[in-house]
């Protein structure tokens, strides 16, 4: 991926403060949420409760998607992500220390008013495999597929 799409997809993801995440729900269903998120990078990070519906659907299957829409008003301002990639529950306490770190970071003041039971949290992890870029400003509807994977292996 050149620089210039990847600083394009970084300051997307900087902007946003949700993303709908989408899992697959033991019927077979697609299951979107909606979830505050961080990143370091490319690799996003989201919490949830261990027993909540998403983190049991990412325990059954962790093909996982989601997308970000920055706040526009204007349609030409359009800018998005869609992404489909695994998740994985993040079970090493130095990454969940960073990833609460980019959370505080993020989110000032989040401890003060998440609730104390909340410490029973998971963290998750997402790894993204493919990158569609939405961006109107390059023409209605423009879109850019990007395979992360053959692009990291590639040089820039």
Known sequence: MDKNTH??????????????????????????????FVHDDLMIYFSTAPNAQKALNIAACDKVSLTVTPP?????????????????????PDEVSRANQLFAERFPG???????????????RFDPTVISLL???????YAELIDVQEKLMSPA
């Open 7 to 36: 600083a394009q997809i970084i300051k997307i993801l900087d902007q946003t403060m949700d993303m709908t995440l989408a899992t697959v729900r033991p019927d077979g269903f697609p299951q979107a949420t909606v979830v505050a």
């Open 72 to 92: 526009y008003t204007k349609w030409e301002e359009i800018e998005g992500l869609s992404m489909g990639g695994h998740a994985r529950r993040v079970t090493d």
């Open 110 to 124: 989040v401890m003060d008013v998440v609730p104390e039971d909340a410490a029973g949290s998971t963290m998750f």
């Open 135 to 141: 961006d109107y400003s390059r023409g209605f509807g």
